[in-house]
């Protein structure tokens, strides 16, 4: 058995030599399974998936998905039975993929895929043969007694700690890794179980001999199927959109496009030539192909019949799981910049500990035959353990531990700031960003409408003038007021432009603002809406524009919300609608007054104010009067609409038409009001001859705090990509008022998407090298080729997204930031952290966290590596020079758990440096043990090991033994007694490494401070973390059960004057070392 145990120790232990323990990291996904997934299509017809449906002639699109002779009718047929079911045997059922998922046995083998849990494994195992082997010579030469087996037990604590800490890391390893697996799993979610298809029965010829089959399931939808969709429906497959059974179609693709406003759809091949003029088909974002449909998107008005063109895989989200499943297996292929550090940092502490083994273990040769021992094989064996033990001393077995709950300790400040983190190692990496791609709406701005500005046509005569009003307030709060007009002149003047303004932004409305009350001070109150933004801004403004509510102060915001729209809708019926579309671009409503004598009907309208200007043919005037719309007053309103545009404002016009113009075109002899608007060709022609009454200027306001978070971002050497899909013009301005460059900056270019990624590669590159940026009219897959781009860079980009659409460019991030509010299941589940609040200062605020937490993990890895080198030194020093064993094993993993691990675990907690943000980004490729590291350390571990030693040797000297007998124990001739029994020396020896490297550790709460500017005080977790291992120290020392389990003995107050004596130094000594290591500012950025 010896024999065999002894033969393990000529192996070189490295990260290589045990590599075969752990394979090779399995994918969730075959590597074949994607190509595989566009080989489905119909093969007996022409039917493609790479067609561009959405650009061609509806005619031809049924011609490329059937193969009857006579399908013109085939909207109003549909397949048969027998046509579907051929085809679905061809193309597949309409559904995803399902991912390959890791079985637990090898995620289980994943988490020992590392430098240092490797390095652990290695010395388990040889700890562990140690053992048995003691153990098999105990059994051998004694009886089982219950000092042999406490004995056999305390063989088996160092190798079961240390497996205990292997099993624990694999544990959590393995639940994170099942905790990230659902983003994949969620896009399954988002698929309809359930479709209304149109089934055709018997003669092809006879429409009468179809029907509509409701419940019909979703899964067995092919290309080529008719299907009919309502209010509150989810599309079931990618179809284009044959017809409509309403007026309007609206769709809500935010679950794709994180875009929140619906998008109007158009039926046949009404939209044709406005899709083709967004480019190329492939190339045309989703929110801008209004002829389609797509799986997983919500039907929110309107109503119509649609043909399947694209199913399962093929549809945007099967493309979408497909890009996120390759973004999921490169994520898992790059490792966390602290990953890449901890493996190198494993890598060289492999080398180091192989050779510090072997080296001690060559220079015991000669001892191998003292007479302590009974032959060379027991000498050999004896200093092979030596060897282990320096392993033991030299692995940080408390690192990954320690490293783990500081990333830990960092969520839960992150969740104070409204950050919560999904995957740990995002923690860290936060504090290497280089580059934040932002989202526009939501988290640089608040993504609600606010209205601006007011313009009202005033004077008297010729002087007629364009006056603009500010209006005060913000988001959907109604509190606030409009510059230059009283809250009473609604009831001054009753039938005045700002009247009339009030009563067109009151009822032709189909939003609410409704005021959620808080506490009874309102502290907590806030203002949310149901319907379209821009049409919640109106409301927010009519309610600053009205009367001041009697005993406003004392109102509750439920109140506040409608208090002048009520009185407006309790005085007018609203009983027809002209819904708005992409033509006439407005929308009117049909209102008569309820008290009015006289029926008196209006017709208010609102929408793009040169739109509605040129079907004007008069203008009211603020004071209620009423004259032609001249060719110069004509000009001055088209002024104001540019110069509003030009500040990239958005404006909407109000119209009103009244009285004897309004009633000859809606009257018909059988007919009523009603009868008349149900024929929405004659719109047009009913909004003519209308009266201009004013325009409102809206935004999306930016964020309170954003510009000063850029402005930070500048000073900590981030740059910021703003991605929008607004204009540019849009784009320009929001970006200039949130700092992301200004007027004069000409380093921080913005391009729309498809003009950036029209450029060559290399002068790509160059853009995204210098300053900020802004990429306009993007979308979603622009983002993940932007990432690639970055990391191609080496760069360490943050990406923002909320849409199902961002999920990929989220998991290529090396940060994957989803919002809380607005973002999708599958962007959350992608994404590193999700932001509870969707504001970009939080993302500053996390990057803050994140390089707190870097430097707190440098200074308990300062502080570590210190002690590990203090204990390799000491052992190794006293190994050279042939003492009696200075400490056991069982000591050093004492140490390097119970002592060193508390305080290491509170310098988690170091308050962060004011400094902090002033700070370039560190590299990703920054070496944990640089040289000058390296040097530090070795300097101040260099006095830990000597007075561990020195303490040691001061026992035996002060006793009369002399350094030559000391080196020479092993052939001692006369008072042998005193070395056999060493644990009043070892009881000095491990006094003095505990006391000096809790010293140590108050040193450490500042790398580069003194610790007179810096004190443990400003850590109060560390007193504790100190004050707890030294009692230990104490309880091990003193209770005599722990005394005989750690071969200890009590030190009397003499003693412990000599362990102060030899610990204090290292006080001034780390002292003198952040005097000459201090950084000389070389870091801070020249801003």
């Given at each position: 058995?010896?024999?065999?145990?002894?033969?393990?120790?000529?192996?070189?232990?490295?990260?290589?030599?045990?590599?075969?323990?752990?394979?090779?990291?399995?994918?969730?996904?075959?590597?074949?399974?994607?190509?595989?997934?566009?080989?489905?299509?119909?093969?007996?017809?022409?039917?493609?998936?790479?067609?561009?449906?959405?650009?061609?002639?509806?005619?031809?699109v049924?011609?490329?998905?059937?193969?009857?002779?006579?399908n013109?009718?085939?909207?109003?047929?549909?397949?048969?039975?027998?046509?579907?079911?051929?085809?679905?045997?061809?193309?597949?059922?309409?559904?995803?993929?399902?991912?390959?998922?890791?079985?637990?046995?090898?995620?289980?083998?994943?988490q020992?895929d590392?430098?240092?849990?490797?390095?652990?494994?290695?010395?388990?195992?040889?700890?562990?043969?140690?053992?048995?082997?003691?153990?098999?010579?105990?059994?051998?030469?004694?009886?089982?007694?219950?000092?042999?087996?406490s004995?056999?037990?305390?063989?088996?604590?160092?190798?079961?700690?240390?497996?205990?800490?292997?099993?624990?890391?694999?544990?959590?390893?393995?639940?994170?890794?099942?905790?990230?697996?659902?983003?994949?799993?969620?896009?399954?979610?988002?698929?309809?179980?359930?479709?209304?298809?149109?089934?055709?029965?018997g003669?092809?010829?006879?429409?009468?001999?179809?029907?509509?089959?409701?419940?019909?399931?979703?899964?067995?939808?092919?290309?080529?199927?008719?299907?009919?969709?309502?209010?509150?429906?989810?599309?079931?497959?990618?179809?284009?959109?044959?017809?409509?059974?309403?007026?309007?179609?609206?769709?809500?693709?935010?679950?794709?496009?994180?875009?929140?406003?619906?998008?109007?759809?158009?039926?046949?091949?009404?939209?044709?030539?406005?899709?083709?003029?967004?480019?190329?088909?492939?190339?045309?974002?989703?929110?801008?192909?209004?002829?389609?449909?797509?799986?997983?998107?919500?039907?929110?008005?309107g109503?119509?019949?649609?043909?399947?063109?694209?199913?399962?895989?093929?549809?945007?989200?099967?493309?979408?799981?497909?890009?996120?499943?390759?973004?999921?297996?490169?994520?898992?292929?790059?490792?966390?910049?602290?990953?890449?550090?901890?493996?190198?940092?494993?890598?060289?502490?492999?080398?180091?500990?192989?050779?510090?083994?072997?080296?001690?273990?060559?220079?015991?040769?000669?001892?191998?035959?003292?007479?302590?021992?009974?032959?060379?094989?027991?000498?050999?064996?004896?200093?092979?353990?030596?060897?282990?033990?320096?392993?033991?001393?030299?692995?940080?077995?408390?690192?990954?531990?320690?490293?783990?709950?500081?990333?830990?300790?960092?969520?839960?400040?992150?969740?104070?700031?409204?950050?919560?983190?999904?995957?740990?190692?995002?923690?860290?990496?936060?504090?290497?960003?280089?580059?934040?791609?932002?989202?526009?709406?939501?988290?640089?701005?608040?993504n609600?409408?606010?209205?601006?500005?007011?313009?009202?046509?005033?004077?008297?005569?010729?002087?007629?003038?364009?006056?603009?009003?500010?209006?005060?307030?913000?988001?959907?709060?109604?509190v606030?007021?409009?510059?230059?007009?009283?809250?009473?002149?609604?009831?001054?003047?009753?039938?005045?432009?700002v009247?009339?303004?009030?009563?067109?932004?009151?009822?032709?409305?189909?939003?609410?603002?409704i005021?959620?009350?808080?506490?009874?001070?309102?502290?907590?109150a806030?203002?949310?809406?149901?319907?379209?933004?821009?049409?919640?801004?109106?409301?927010?403004?009519?309610?600053?524009?009205?009367?001041?509510?009697?005993?406003e102060?004392?109102?509750?915001?439920?109140?506040?919300?409608?208090?002048?729209?009520?009185?407006?809708?309790?005085s007018?019926?609203?009983?027809?609608?002209?819904?708005?579309?992409?033509?006439?671009?407005?929308?009117?409503v049909?209102?008569?007054?309820?008290?009015?004598?006289?029926?008196?009907?209006?017709?208010?309208?609102?929408?793009?104010?040169?739109?509605?200007?040129?079907?004007?043919?008069?203008?009211?005037?603020?004071d209620?009067?009423?004259?032609?719309?001249t060719?110069?007053?004509?000009?001055?309103?088209?002024?104001?609409?540019?110069?509003?545009?030009?500040?990239?404002?958005?404006?909407?016009?109000?119209?009103?038409?009244?009285?004897?113009?309004?009633?000859?075109?809606?009257?018909?002899?059988?007919?009523?009001?009603?009868e008349?608007?149900?024929?929405?060709?004659?719109?047009?022609?009913?909004?003519?001859?209308?009266?201009?009454?004013?325009?409102?200027?809206?935004?999306?306001?930016?964020?309170d705090?954003?510009?000063e978070?850029?402005?930070?971002?500048?000073?900590?050497?981030?740059?910021?990509?703003?991605?929008?899909?607004?204009?540019k013009?849009t784009?320009?301005?929001?970006?200039?008022?949130?700092?992301?460059?200004?007027?004069?900056?000409?380093k921080?270019?913005?391009?729309?998407?498809r003009?950036?990624f029209?450029?060559?590669?290399?002068?790509?590159?160059?853009?995204?090298?210098?300053?900020?940026?802004?990429?306009?009219?993007?979308?979603?897959?622009?983002?993940?080729?932007?990432?690639?781009?970055?990391?191609?860079?080496?760069?360490?980009?943050?990406?923002?997204?909320?849409?199902?659409?961002?999920?990929?460019?989220?998991?290529?991030?090396?940060?994957?930031?989803?919002?809380?509010?607005?973002?999708?299941?599958?962007?959350?589940?992608?994404?590193?952290?999700?932001?509870?609040?969707?504001?970009?200062?939080?993302?500053?605020?996390?990057?803050?966290?994140?390089?707190?937490?870097?430097?707190?993990?440098?200074?308990?890895?300062?502080?570590?590596?210190?002690?590990?080198?203090?204990?390799?030194?000491?052992?190794?020093?006293?190994t050279v020079?042939g003492f009696?064993?200075l400490?056991?094993?069982?000591?050093?993993?004492?140490?390097?758990?119970?002592?060193?691990g508390?305080?290491?675990?509170?310098?988690?907690?170091?308050?962060?440096?004011?400094?902090?943000?002033s700070r370039?980004?560190?590299?990703?490729?920054?070496?944990?043990?640089?040289?000058?590291?390296?040097?530090?350390?070795?300097?101040?571990?260099?006095?830990?090991?000597?007075?561990?030693?020195?303490?040691?040797?001061?026992?035996?000297?002060?006793?009369?033994?002399?350094?030559?007998?000391?080196?020479?124990?092993?052939?001692?001739?006369e008072?042998?007694?005193?070395?056999?029994?060493?644990?009043?020396?070892?009881?000095?020896?491990?006094?003095?490494?505990?006391?000096?490297?809790?010293?140590?550790?108050?040193?450490?709460?500042?790398?580069?401070?003194?610790?007179?500017?810096?004190?443990?005080?400003?850590?109060?977790?560390?007193?504790?973390?100190?004050?707890?291992?030294?009692?230990?120290?104490?309880?091990i020392?003193?209770?005599?059960?722990?005394?005989?389990?750690?071969?200890?003995?009590?030190?009397?107050?003499?003693?412990?004057?000599?362990?102060?004596?030899?610990?204090?130094?290292?006080?001034?000594?780390?002292?003198?070392?952040?005097?000459?290591?201090?950084?000389?500012?070389?870091?801070?950025?020249?801003?």
């Open positions: 058995m010896k024999f065999i145990t002894c033969s393990l120790l000529v192996i070189f232990i490295s990260e290589e030599a045990i590599s075969f323990i752990v394979p090779s990291a399995t994918r969730y996904y075959g590597a074949d399974l994607w190509r595989r997934s566009g080989s489905l299509s119909v093969t007996k017809s022409s039917y493609s998936a790479d067609i561009p449906y959405e650009i061609l002639p509806m005619q031809t049924i011609d490329k998905l059937t193969h009857t002779t006579n013109s009718d085939h909207l109003k047929n549909g397949l048969s039975d027998e046509e579907a079911t051929q085809l679905l045997a061809q193309v597949g059922p309409n559904a995803l993929q399902p991912p390959k998922k890791t079985s637990i046995w090898e995620l289980w083998l994943q020992f590392d430098g240092l849990v490797k390095i652990l494994v290695a010395v388990a195992i040889l700890s562990a043969g140690f053992s048995i082997s003691e153990i098999w010579d105990i059994l051998e030469e004694n009886a089982v007694t219950e000092e042999v087996q004995t056999v037990l305390q063989s088996l604590v160092e190798p079961g700690i240390i497996i205990a800490i292997l099993l624990l890391n694999a544990t959590v390893g393995v639940w994170q890794d099942l905790s990230a697996r659902s983003s994949l799993e969620s896009l399954e979610k988002m698929q309809p179980r359930l479709a209304s298809v149109l089934r055709r029965r003669d092809n010829n006879s429409s009468t001999s179809s029907e509509w089959i409701t419940d019909y399931d979703a899964s067995k939808l092919v290309p080529g199927d008719v299907i009919k969709l309502r209010v509150g429906d989810y599309i079931p497959a990618d179809s284009r959109l044959g017809s409509l059974t309403s007026s309007t179609m609206y769709v809500d693709e935010s679950s794709l496009t994180g875009e929140s406003v619906s998008v109007g759809k158009l039926p046949g091949d009404e939209g044709l030539d406005e899709v083709k003029n967004n480019g190329e088909a492939k190339s045309i974002p989703i929110q801008l192909q209004s002829t389609m449909l797509f799986s997983g998107s919500l039907a929110t008005r109503s119509g019949i649609a043909l399947v063109v694209r199913t399962g895989a093929d549809t945007q989200i099967g493309k979408i799981q497909r890009t996120l499943a390759e973004a999921q297996i490169e994520g898992e292929e790059r490792k966390s910049p602290l990953g890449l550090q901890l493996d190198e940092f494993g890598t060289q502490l492999s080398y180091v500990i192989g050779g510090i083994c072997l080296a001690v273990w060559l220079a015991s040769i000669p001892r191998f035959e003292d007479a302590a021992f009974s032959n060379w094989i027991e000498g050999a064996i004896y200093y092979a353990k030596v060897g282990v033990a320096l392993g033991v001393a030299a692995i940080p077995e408390g690192l990954p531990a320690v490293i783990t709950l500081c990333l830990s300790l960092g969520t839960r400040r992150m969740a104070e700031k409204n950050v919560i983190v999904r995957k740990l190692p995002s923690v860290e990496t936060l504090g290497c960003t280089s580059v934040i791609c932002t989202d526009k709406t939501g988290t640089l701005t608040t609600q409408m606010t209205a601006v500005s007011f313009v009202t046509l005033e004077g008297d005569g010729e002087a007629i003038n364009v006056v603009e009003h500010d209006v005060k307030g913000s988001s959907y709060n109604p606030g007021h409009v510059t230059g007009i009283g809250h009473d002149e609604t009831l001054r003047l009753p039938n005045g432009a009247s009339e303004a009030c009563r067109i932004m009151a009822l032709c409305n189909d939003a609410r603002l005021g959620v009350d808080g506490t009874e001070d309102g502290a907590t806030q203002y949310v809406i149901e319907g379209e933004p821009t049409e919640a801004s109106l409301l927010s403004l009519l309610e600053k524009l009205g009367p001041e509510p009697v005993g102060t004392s109102l509750k915001p439920s109140q506040l919300a409608s208090a002048y729209r009520g009185q407006i809708l309790n007018w019926h609203r009983y027809a609608t002209l819904e708005f579309d992409r033509k006439r671009k407005s929308m009117s049909l209102c008569s007054h309820m008290d009015s004598d006289s029926e008196e009907i209006k017709l208010l309208c609102k929408g793009a104010p040169s739109m509605l200007l040129k079907r004007c043919t008069h203008v009211k005037l603020r209620g009067s009423v004259i032609p719309l060719l110069d007053l004509r000009d001055k309103i088209d002024s104001a609409i540019s110069s509003i545009g030009n500040r990239a404002l958005r404006c909407i016009g109000l119209a009103v038409k009244e009285g004897e113009s309004l009633e000859p075109q809606l009257r018909k002899e059988e007919g009523s009001y009603t008349v608007l149900k024929d929405s060709s004659k719109y047009e022609s009913i909004e003519a001859g209308l009266t201009f009454a004013g325009i409102v200027a809206i935004r999306d306001p930016p964020r705090g954003v510009a978070s850029i402005d930070e971002c500048k000073q900590a050497g981030i740059r910021v990509i703003m991605i929008t899909g607004d204009a013009q784009a320009e301005a929001i970006a200039r008022d949130v700092h992301i460059f200004t007027d004069q900056d000409v921080c270019p913005a391009f729309e998407g003009e950036f029209a450029l060559p590669e290399s002068q790509q590159l160059e853009v995204l090298k210098t300053g900020n940026l802004v990429i306009c009219r993007a979308e979603p897959a622009d983002k993940q080729c932007l990432v690639k781009m970055l990391q191609s860079l080496n760069e360490i980009p943050a990406m923002t997204g909320d849409g199902v659409n961002d999920a990929p460019a989220l998991q290529q991030a090396d940060i994957g930031v989803a919002m809380g509010i607005s973002g999708t299941d599958v962007a959350k589940e992608a994404a590193d952290m999700v932001l509870v609040d969707d504001n970009f200062s939080t993302i500053v605020d996390a990057v803050e966290e994140g390089r707190c937490i870097y430097a707190n993990m440098q200074a308990f890895i300062n502080f570590l590596i210190t002690c590990n080198i203090g204990e390799v030194i000491g052992v190794f020093i006293a020079l009696p064993a400490l056991t094993p069982l000591h050093l993993l004492w140490v390097n758990l119970a002592t060193d508390p305080p290491a675990t509170a310098l988690g907690f170091n308050p962060p440096d004011p400094g902090l943000m370039k980004p560190r590299s990703s490729s920054e070496e944990i043990m640089t040289s000058e590291n390296l040097l530090r350390y070795s300097i101040a571990g260099l006095y830990i090991g000597i007075a561990t030693v020195g303490v040691y040797a001061s026992y035996f000297l002060d006793r009369g033994i002399s350094f030559q007998e000391l080196q020479s124990w092993s052939t001692c001739t008072s042998c007694s005193i070395y056999a029994d060493l644990a009043a020396p070892q009881t000095l020896a491990l006094s003095t490494l505990v006391t000096v490297e809790l010293l140590k550790a108050l040193c450490s709460v500042s790398i580069d401070s003194s610790i007179l500017t810096v004190g443990p005080q400003k850590n109060p977790w560390l007193l504790l973390g100190v004050t707890v291992p030294f009692a230990l120290n104490l309880a020392i003193y209770t005599p059960q722990l005394q005989h389990s750690f071969g200890l003995v009590p030190l009397d107050g003499s003693d412990w004057l000599k362990v102060l004596a030899w610990s204090l130094p290292i006080v001034l000594i780390d002292e003198a070392l952040k005097y000459a290591f201090k950084k000389d500012g070389r870091e801070l950025l020249s801003i």
